[in-house]
């Protein structure tokens, strides 16, 4: 009897598309998905369809639509600090998610070893997993999520080829600082290890902060692939267009992968994303004005009902226990818990455990993404006030 490949028995289906389709099913809103429930910016979308009327619907250069590629390579020469070719080291993908399983396909032979900080998105350990490669769990502890760089050091073994580096970070919103990103970046070059970053939250900060390409330290040039994509900053998440910008070694064996895989990023949009990249510094200023609001709201909606979160630095996640929730269900486990916030609360999140391998990690957890409307954000904080407060009666 034929039977699926081993490796598919050690991942599953998405738990976070699997919490978008229990909110559909009971009309939740939802707070699980990281997906803008707002419109992009109108010149965005009138590229799109100006490219479309225009006949731009044909397969483009593997590689990514020309004019794309100039323009991400020039951002990234200033922001990486080297000379980026876009004929030799730019790649469009289908997505940030492609570009990370492409760059693990590309560089991680049969038993290598690549270190993931959790909480991790959950595409990163298939990724590995895809590549053949073996997953290395080094966890960054609650509340503060600091990198451990002694855990990390502990992890490294012979057979450590790379490490991966989500800044700013999902699930919990860190933006490594320059302490550890600079014993980071010493652990990396000691050990001779390549560096993949997912850097989809670049320009999604707090409080100040500004997004530093990992691969533009000294040491790390020439070791980095580093990743991105248009759908968060620019609310286009179903366009499915993500970069990853590498040095030519990794950029040569990344481009075959990709095409093998999906052939080109929809052509239309590769067009329209030049336009988003043009946009003004005032769109960026305000995006970041109303994600410090959105993000004022849903800490005041968590503190209020009773949840235990520390505000993000940057992305558009909070991480929130809920073991001192006054209510029964706060001694559930997360998918149990988040299963009935989302049926009889009407508000839809992912469990916290799912973003971990390691054992008793998240156990009390739930993620809660918030790029939505305003008006969105407060009748989910209606609804958690009115939906815990029954359930504590």
């Not at 570009?99 to 991680?108: N, P």
């Not at 503190?303 to 558009?316: C, H, I, L, N, S």
């Not at 269900?329 to 009889?344: S, Y």
């Not at 054992?359 to 958690?384: C, D, H, I, M, Q």
Request: hydrophobic share 40%.
């Amino acid at each position: 009897m034929q039977t699926a490949a081993q490796r598919i028995h050690r991942f599953s289906e998405s738990m976070i598309r699997e919490m978008t389709r229990v909110a559909m099913e009971h009309n939740a809103i939802n707070l699980s998905q990281g997906y803008p429930d707002f419109p992009p910016h109108e010149a965005v979308t009138e590229a799109a369809v100006r490219a479309i009327r225009d006949g731009l619907n044909q397969y483009s250069v593997t590689w990514g639509y020309p004019p794309l590629r100039e323009k991400l390579a020039e951002l990234y020469t200033a922001r990486l600090g080297w000379s980026v070719d876009p004929d030799v080291h730019v790649t469009v993908t289908c997505g940030v998610t492609e570009a990370i399983t492409g760059a693990m396909l590309a560089t991680l032979n049969p038993g290598d070893e690549i270190i993931i900080l959790e909480p991790a998105h959950e595409n990163f350990r298939p990724a590995a997993i895809l590549a053949e490669a073996v997953p290395v769990a080094v966890p960054l502890e609650a509340p503060a999520y600091r990198l451990d760089l002694e855990r990390v050091a502990q992890a490294i073994t012979p057979r450590t080829r790379a490490l991966l580096l989500n800044t700013p970070h999902n699930p919990t919103g860190r933006v490594f600082d320059e302490e550890e990103m600079a014993g980071l970046t010493q652990l990396l070059v000691e050990h001779d290890l390549t560096l993949i970053t997912d850097e989809i939250y670049d320009r999604i900060l707090y409080d100040g902060r500004v997004h530093i390409c990992p691969g533009s330290r000294e040491g790390l040039q020439d070791r980095t692939i580093t990743i991105g994509g248009m759908g968060k900053t620019y609310a286009v998440t179903g366009w499915r267009l993500g970069y990853a910008i590498a040095p030519e070694p990794f950029a040569r064996a990344i481009r075959p992968v990709h095409d093998y895989m999906t052939i080109c990023a929809p052509t239309p949009l590769q067009a329209a994303a030049v336009t988003a990249l043009d946009l003004p510094e005032s769109y960026y200023r305000r995006q970041v004005q109303d994600y410090h609001r959105r993000r004022d709201i849903m800490m005041g909606i968590l503190e209020e009902v009773g949840f235990q979160a520390t505000p993000p630095e940057g992305a558009y996640y909070i991480l929130a226990d809920y073991a001192n929730l006054p209510v029964p269900q706060a001694t559930w486990p997360p998918l149990e818990f988040a299963l009935w916030l989302t049926r009889e609360v009407g508000v839809a999140v992912v469990p916290g455990s799912h973003f971990y391998s390691l054992p008793g990690y998240g156990a009390t957890s739930v993620r809660f993404a918030y790029p939505k409307r305003f008006e969105t954000l407060e009748e989910a904080g209606r609804r958690l006030v009115k939906g815990l407060g029954k359930a504590r009666s």
